[in-house]
Structure formats: structure tokens, C-alpha cells
């Protein structure tokens, strides 16, 4: 790594110069002075190099919010009021063992929505699919409905501004609401298009 500092570079030529030419102690351009000057010149930059080091990108920083959208296969109507909290819940702690902060989660009988960080050391494909398989074994392992539990295949997953973050938790706070004027379908395809995507 290059240290791009012209003044440092321009004292380096300065202090150092004189000593290329001293060629021993008795030598008339001898300048005791020029010495001392340069030793401490090379100490001052020495330590500067090293904290420069230090001090330059030595963490790394990752904040990326994602809401997450997935639906139960064909769109079934199967969370109901009475077990929806309970499939919240567990999902909301699955991603939290998977080094991924939840902010909320919420949705409709037939889809759910959740904004968490993801966790750096994972990718959304790897975390979606995780949370979909264990959330449909809790499910049908508990016995939380007759029919057999699954969700459908495909997920859609979108990155979040910082500054629009408390706008998305407002929005999946109120689906209810929001849902009796859109469906599920149009909300889908509103996404899709919003964010620049075509679905196959």
C-alpha cells in the first residue's frame, strides 16, 4: 500500500539529502545537525506509517437491511389468526441464530413479510432457505393445522435504505389494513416492478 503525502515526500528529499553526501565524520559537508534532524524526521514518520495503518479500514462494517417476502404454497390461506404469532415467533428466532437482527415481522393468511439485517457471513439465499424448511417442519411437527404445511418455492428479497427503513416496518405493521384495498397478487407485482425485476 502507497502513502500518497507530498509534504512528507518533500522533507524526505530535504533531511535525507545531506546524508547520502556525508561520507564520514571529518568531511567539511558534515552536518551533526542534519543528523539528529533526519533520525527524528524517520521516527516521526515511522510512528505516522504505523498509525496510518492502524487507523485506515482496519474493521469492517456491514448494515444491510432486507425485507424479505415469501407465500404458502398456492397461496393458501393457512395462516390464520390463531397460529400466525406463534409461526412469527419462531421464524423471528431463527433468524436471530443466524446472526440476523429482526426488526419485524407481519403479514396475511396467504404470504409474510420480514425486515431484518443481514447477517454479513451469510448470504439471502442461505437464510431464506433455512428459515422456509425449519418454519414448515415447526409447523406440521406441532401439528398447528390438518392440512400439510409448505411454503411455495420462490422468494423475493430487496435491500433497504437506511432512510426508509421505519416506512418499510410501518408498512408490514399494517398489512391488515393495507390488504383490504390490494392483493397479495398486485402487491407482488408492484414489488417486482418497483425494484426493477421481471418475474419467469
Not at 145 to 156: D, L, V
Amino acid at each position: 500500500m502507497e502513502l500518497v503525502c507530498p509534504q512528507i515526500a518533500t522533507y524526505q528529499l530535504k533531511w535525507l539529502k545531506p546524508l547520502q553526501k556525508t561520507t564520514t565524520s571529518h568531511s567539511p559537508r558534515f552536518k551533526p545537525w542534519a543528523m539528529i534532524m533526519g533520525c527524528i524526521y524517520r521516527t516521526v514518520l515511522t510512528v505516522y506509517i504505523g498509525n496510518y495503518k492502524r487507523n485506515t479500514m482496519s474493521h469492517s462494517f456491514n448494515k444491510i437491511w432486507i425485507h424479505a417476502i415469501w407465500a404458502t404454497k398456492e397461496r393458501a390461506p393457512f395462516l390464520k389468526q390463531n397460529i400466525e404469532q406463534k409461526v412469527y415467533q419462531f421464524i423471528s428466532t431463527q433468524l436471530r441464530e443466524q446472526g440476523c437482527p429482526v426488526r419485524i415481522i407481519n403479514g396475511m393468511p396467504d404470504h409474510i413479510h420480514c425486515l431484518f439485517l443481514l447477517n454479513p457471513q451469510k448470504s439471502v439465499a442461505e437464510i431464506v432457505k433455512q428459515v422456509k424448511g425449519s418454519s414448515s417442519h415447526f409447523i406440521n411437527q406441532n401439528n398447528l393445522m390438518s392440512e400439510k404445511f409448505s411454503w411455495q418455492t420462490g422468494y423475493a428479497t430487496y435491500s433497504v435504505s437506511e432512510s426508509v427503513v421505519e416506512k418499510v416496518f410501518l408498512y408490514i405493521k399494517n398489512q391488515k389494513e393495507h390488504h383490504q384495498k390490494k392483493s397479495f397478487q398486485q402487491e407482488y407485482d408492484e414489488f417486482l416492478t418497483k425494484n426493477g425485476l421481471n418475474e419467469d
